[in-house]
């Protein structure tokens, strides 16, 4: 992804040096640690990062291409917004004031309130919303058709009604009950928390640059052009919409890298070396600490179970393992190996929202299926854990530790911080019974 959006951003700052100057472009978009950390999982959240930045390009550029250009970038525009949609409906939200900035470029704008009504601007117009209206409908139509026949088999292929992705998305996440089960937030949150702990410096600096612009009639004519007006556009349409729904995790926000560090790019050039340094600072010190730290202990716990049943499966190869992840996030299920070969993988169960009670009650069902059972838990909560693992008559042993701090369930006491900052693993035994 960084690649790719590395290729737009030059182009782009090749097409507007003033508005969009190139190194301080590329140098803010590869300190924001969304970049870094988030371009590879979650894959909807990255594929949807990548379309927005092609389109960004795509429109940013329309002013200086040749008829027969601007007409395939506005196809291409529309494929985008097409297979945008069909990723993540959310593209929508980000991309929605875009066409403003095209109505703009041709003579039509609503950011200088200027209109050059034209029997040729009209004619544009038109062409290219057109264009861009078959590359919608193109790119709907493939995905109806893969998604139909994916989830309806070839039978069902050209039956009504057709498989519909996006209103899927939107049916679920209208109803309140479905959000609650991944967490509710407060309105605000993506505005206040999300968007500074995601892109810090980069967000401050563009909001202060809209500050300005809306406050000041001369930095109105001046700072603020066009180009990085459309941009802080889809930042401020994105964060709106987008905070109308109640569960908001930060990596909603990732499509939102591009725009914000070229919309901050002018500020950072402006920047001496000591704000330089400290923006490059703020930038890096998230990187690290969700890079290193945060949630670090799922794959070395994972390394540690799949070991553990490789060999069990060496001695009892029809052995069934039940590995639990308490309070952690969701496990990502393909670095299970052992068992893959033989067609026994572990059953994986996930409880993040859960009680203590919830989990001695799933680890007495696990046990009395015969399986091996093994509990992933934080540190933090290991005390009420193994309170509950001893009422129900369990015995719990520490296998092993790994780095880990969760945000959900931080370490209260600062006297055992480096104690507690720990994911451990446990194997399970009820009514002292071996599993079969």
């Known amino acids: 992804m960084p690649t790719r959006a590395d290729c737009a951003i030059s182009l782009i700052c090749r097409r507007h040096p003033r508005s969009f100057p190139l190194w301080p472009c590329l140098v803010c978009y590869a300190s924001a640690w969304p970049v870094l950390l988030l371009s590879s999982r979650p894959l909807s959240n990255t594929a949807e990062s990548i379309l927005f930045s092609i389109a960004l390009w795509a429109v940013l550029t329309l002013d200086s291409a040749a008829p027969t250009l601007a007409l395939f ?156 007006l459309a941009l802080c556009a889809c930042v401020a349409s994105g964060l709106a919409l987008l905070s109308f729904v109640p569960h908001q995790e930060p990596r909603f926000l990732a499509p939102l890298a591009m725009p914000l560090a070229l919309a901050a790019a002018p500020a950072f050039a402006r920047a001496g070396a000591l704000r330089r340094t400290s923006w490059i600072a703020l930038a890096v010190a998230p990187a690290l600490y969700f890079g290193l730290l945060h949630q670090a202990g799922i794959v070395p716990a994972i390394a540690h179970v799949d070991a553990a049943q490789n060999a069990l499966q060496q001695l009892l190869p029809d052995a069934h393992t039940d590995v639990i992840f308490f309070h952690t996030y969701m496990p990502p299920r393909h670095l299970f190996v052992a068992g893959a070969a033989t067609g026994n993988p572990p059953h994986v169960i996930e409880m993040s929202n859960h009680t203590a009670a919830e989990l001695r009650e799933r680890v007495e069902a696990s ?62 035994l009820c009514n002292r019974v071996t599993p079969s």
Not at 386 to 407: K, R, W
């Open 73 to 228: 970038k506005c196809f291409a525009a529309g494929v985008l917004a097409g297979a945008g949609m069909f990723c993540r409906p959310t593209f929508a939200f980000f991309s929605c004031l875009l066409p403003f900035y095209v109505l703009h470029v041709c003579g039509f704008s609503v950011f200088t309130w200027k209109l050059h009504l034209t029997w040729t601007n009209v004619r544009r117009v038109v062409q290219w919303a057109a264009t861009a209206a078959v590359g919608v409908a193109a790119a709907c139509f493939c995905f109806v058709a893969g998604d139909s026949y994916f989830f309806a088999g070839y039978g069902k292929l050209f039956e009504w009604p057709p498989v519909l992705t996006p209103l899927n998305f939107a049916r679920y996440n209208a109803n309140a009950s479905n959000l609650a089960q991944h967490g509710l937030h407060p309105r605000y949150t993506h505005a206040l928390v999300n968007l500074p702990l995601m892109f810090g410096p980069a967000a401050l600096a563009v909001a202060s640059a809209v500050a300005s612009w809306l406050w000041s009639a001369k930095s109105r004519s001046a700072a603020m052009t066009v180009e990085r």
């Open 367 to 428: 046990t009395s299926a015969g399986a091996c059972i093994y509990v992933v838990v934080p540190a933090t909560l290991a005390e009420h854990v193994e309170y509950a693992f001893l009422l129900g008559g369990c015995s719990a042993h520490v296998e092993a530790e790994f780095l880990h701090l969760t945000n959900e369930d931080p370490p209260t006491d600062w006297h055992t911080l480096f104690a507690l900052l720990r994911l451990r693993v446990y194997s399970v």
